[in-house]
């Protein structure tokens, strides 16, 4: 699947927010129901979870095993019929997937703990895992975990964004607290970044998602210090491929 431009606006009749919703939905309900029988031990959940770990960040038909799994088969329920719109069909399905298997990896050391929690966003969990592993005094904005989360805004091609959030989800799931993610929101953001008329607004979502978890104390009319830099998280980077930074160039 190509990330250059694609048409917006409609898939099979439906509008881009609308398909955005329903792959959120998609997700959603298959994470949830796995993870009802996960925890109560069931057999097929847990062989079902150990085959998603082994997906996690690679694209969605490269395992065969995992062809057809439940999340593609809801989303597939949920999305109107036809032919049209094949492409950003298909960029649906890599958002499903890749959210529900870094979801089952993220899920296997914390049993009894729910890792996918609504609301609970990429940037945050980032600013949290840093306050779980600083040390007094150090500095959040120079954490070698920040620029963890850079990279998945600077990666310029659907593999690298796999990779790069797998290494998050890495260190999500090894921090001494449970540190949840909202992972039905990360496939709707997922499927978003897949256009490139949509990808910026993805990437400045997930500076500011970081941006807003600072701590206080406010300044102003209740800005943090942190929001008045601006959604970037790192205007200053190195070009990344095509020389766009992401989306975070400067001043954007």
Do not use: C
Request: aromatic share 6%; charged share 30%; hydrophobic share 35%.
């Amino acid at each position: 699947m190509s990330t250059t431009s694609k048409t917006a606006g409609r898939v099979d009749g439906t509008d881009e927010r609308s398909v955005r919703e329903l792959v959120e939905q998609a997700t959603h309900t298959y994470v949830a129901q796995l993870q009802f029988r996960y925890f109560r031990d069931d057999p097929a959940a847990v062989a079902e979870m150990a085959q998603l770990r082994r997906g996690a960040g690679r694209r969605a038909h490269e395992i065969p095993e995992l062809w057809g799994i439940d999340a593609l088969e809801k989303l597939a329920e949920l999305m109107p019929k036809g032919n049209s719109g094949s492409g950003r069909r298909e960029d649906a399905e890599e958002a499903v997937f890749l959210a529900s298997t870094l979801w089952a990896l993220h899920q296997q050391s914390r049993p009894g703990q729910n890792t996918h929690v609504r609301g609970k966003d990429l940037g945050g969990a980032v600013r949290a895992l840093i306050r779980s592993k600083k040390t007094e005094g150090a500095d959040e904005e120079e954490s070698p975990l920040r620029k963890r989360l850079v990279r998945v805004g600077t990666a310029e091609s659907f593999p690298s964004v796999a990779v790069r959030l797998r290494e998050i989800v890495m260190l999500l799931r090894t921090a001494p607290e449970p540190l949840p993610l909202d992972y039905a929101r990360l496939a709707g953001q997922l499927y978003r970044w897949q256009d490139r008329s949509t990808r910026a607004g993805v990437q400045r979502e997930w500076g500011r998602e970081f941006h807003l978890a600072a701590s206080p104390p406010r300044t102003g009319k209740g800005k943090t210090p942190d929001a008045e830099k601006g959604d970037a998280i790192d205007p200053t980077l190195d070009a990344d491929e095509d020389g766009t930074y992401g989306g975070y160039a400067a001043g954007e």
